[in-house]
């Protein structure tokens, strides 16, 4: 737990993930002190020598310096966007028995500095590298956390704004499950204002149930479009880190869809899926259950059961 009043965020992986977070942070002043760390010390040292000359045009006064793992022992938060992308014909499995060798030559170095904060990861499979995080670091669940579906639920609602013409930040409606070909829209819980959208199409014929499916199958094809249009995402994920940060630093007890590990909730425990959590300086101070319907908790339990056979495969432990 953050105690402190101190903002200071150690980032490992200076890609493009990694920067755009660090390019957000900066510039929406969101720590004190940034820290550069990669396993190509030089990108980290030009990265920082890059942000610092931008510090004279934004309203931060941060101090951003490449850094080594000792300069995790007073961190607040670590924030993992490291890992090796995906070879052509290579399985999932694979990929993550790589990733799982980088985390374990991360976490351990992160956790023998003396780091008593809080993880946040972002690297792929999140839901599954965030579990990786808290088996190989031995941190209470509650402050490792992954960026989940919170850039999805970014997207969902973007687009039902778009769809119902309505300011995005008041349509409350989640995606949750795995942040993959699993997650989905729980439509009995999703609501413009007070007004459940469900009922709202059935009252005024303004929306139909596929339209949204399809807003559902668009939200979860994003990445994927994206990333045939131009190779990778970055900005998205960059920005919805911050926002997670800055929930975890203001002591905001926000509702954010992060990655965490269940404990019960919705019959579940853990694995670590997206889900809607209030966050604060604790990292996940508790983990909201939604009133599912039961096609609704079928399709969730699927979620997370691939995500259970996924982490199984990798025999950690």
Avoid at 91 to 97: A, E, H, P, V
Wanted: net charge negative.
């Amino acid at each position: 737990m953050i105690t402190s009043d101190s903002r200071k965020v150690v980032l490992i992986g200076t890609g493009m993930v990694g920067m755009s977070y660090a390019y957000a942070l900066l510039n929406q002043n969101a720590c004190d002190e940034l820290v550069l760390i990669d396993l190509d010390e030089e990108r980290a040292i030009g990265e920082a020598m890059d942000l610092n000359h931008g510090l004279a045009f934004s309203a931060s006064s941060m101090k951003i310096y490449a850094g080594k793992y000792a300069d995790c022992a007073n961190a607040d938060i670590v924030v993992i966007c490291a890992g090796v992308a995906q070879k052509p014909g290579e399985s999932r499995l694979d990929l993550l028995q790589r990733n799982a060798a980088v985390f374990r030559s991360i976490i351990g170095p992160v956790t023998e500095s003396g780091f008593n904060g809080i993880f946040l990861v972002a690297t792929n499979p999140v839901d599954i590298m965030a579990r990786i995080t808290c088996t190989l670091s031995g941190f209470n669940p509650r402050r490792v956390l992954g960026s989940g579906t919170a850039l999805d639920t970014a997207r969902l609602r973007y687009l039902l704004g778009d769809y119902f013409a309505v300011d995005p930040r008041n349509m409350h409606a989640y995606v949750i499950g795995e942040h993959g070909d699993s997650e989905f829209v729980p439509w009995s819980q999703a609501m413009m204002a007070t007004k459940p959208i469900l009922a709202l199409c059935e009252e005024t014929g303004s929306c139909r149930y596929a339209d949204l499916e399809n807003i559902a199958s668009e939200v979860r094809g994003a990445a994927q479009k994206i990333i045939k249009s131009k190779r990778a995402t970055y900005y998205g994920i960059g920005m919805a880190l911050v926002r997670i940060t800055k929930a975890i630093f203001g002591n905001e007890n926000s509702v954010l869809t992060v990655s965490a590990m269940l404990r019960g909730e919705y019959g579940e425990n853990g694995v670590y899926v997206g889900v809607p959590c209030i966050v604060n300086r604790q990292g996940v101070r508790k983990v909201l259950t939604l009133s599912l319907s039961d096609e609704e908790a079928g399709r969730f339990h699927e979620s997370c059961k691939t995500l259970q056979d996924s982490y199984a495969e990798l025999n950690l432990m």
